[in-house]
């Protein structure tokens, strides 16, 4: 039951996604709050962690597009909400160097301390969201590209853990993102 209501807060999340509307983040704290419990249950320690990363990111990002601010104190060169923007070329460097090291400490975790049995693929989709999620969160329309990996790939882990409310979730979540690209792509070029 626990499962059935985190999908269906997901799909309000994503709905409201898909539509940039600020209020996703509220879904955005609600969504990881139930899932935890249900990933700590099906024995899938790094989607379980991340959850607690989704609900402070999740503050930043209702900050971060109600107002520009940064996580160095600088605005964005709006003086309201966050505009939709491509990721900026400098900025792919270092989300590649976060994702990498990230899977692969996740993975050490798992492997060393956890009784995971999907520790490679738990940890691909747990670094891989921590990075879509800060793009989210600076309104990059590239993220959504980023979801549409993670959705697949969780799909297919999901149903390998017997989880298939969730499954079919992602499944839909990976549709969704394509749509989801270019919809804010006619945002994106509305705004300027």
Known sequence: ????????????????????????WIAGIIMPAIYI????????????GIN???LVIALYGWLAWKTGFTLFGKKSATNGELPI????????PGITATYIATQLFIAWL???YTDSTVPWADSFTTALSIVGMWMLAR???????VWCIVDVAS????????????AALYAVYAIISIFGYYKWKKMMHNEQ
């Open 1 to 24: 039951m626990l499962e059935l209501l985190g999908v269906i807060t997901g799909i309000i999340y994503l709905w409201l996604e898909y539509r940039a509307s600020i209020h996703l």
């Open 155 to 166: 799909s297919a882990l999901y149903v390998y853990k017997e989880l298939y409310f969730t």
């Open 85 to 92: 923007s491509h990721t900026p070329r400098t900025a792919w």
């Open 52 to 54: 607690i990363y989704y």
């Open 139 to 145: 309104k990059y329309i590239e993220q959504w590209w």
């Open 110 to 112: 798992l492997i060393n």
């Open 37 to 48: 419990f249900v990933y700590y249950d099906a024995g899938l320690y790094a989607d379980f």
